[in-house]
């Protein structure tokens, strides 16, 4: 219940959108596959959800960008 159906919607369709945390971004689309830092919150990280890669930058624990496919 802490979380907006907004993001409650994208956890169901396992896709990650601008303003999760990265808490949200990977009950989302899965395992953390490969980051730029091991600065939770502040990095870049791909992410794998069942076969179909993620790349997510989160500045201060937000998402600030997100594309489909490996890679920064």
């Not at 601008?18 to 490969?34: P, W």
């Not at 730029?36 to 790349?55: Q, Y």
Request: net charge negative; aromatic share 6%.
């Amino acid at each position: 219940d802490h979380w907006p159906k907004a993001v409650w919607d994208a956890v169901g369709t396992h896709s990650p959108t601008v303003g999760m945390s990265e808490n949200q971004a990977r009950m989302a689309v899965g395992i953390l596959m490969d980051s730029d830092s091991t600065s939770m919150g502040n990095r870049t990280v791909t992410f794998d959800a069942g076969g179909k890669k993620w790349t997510v930058t989160f500045v201060d624990d937000k998402a600030t960008a997100v594309k489909e496919g490996a890679g920064t």
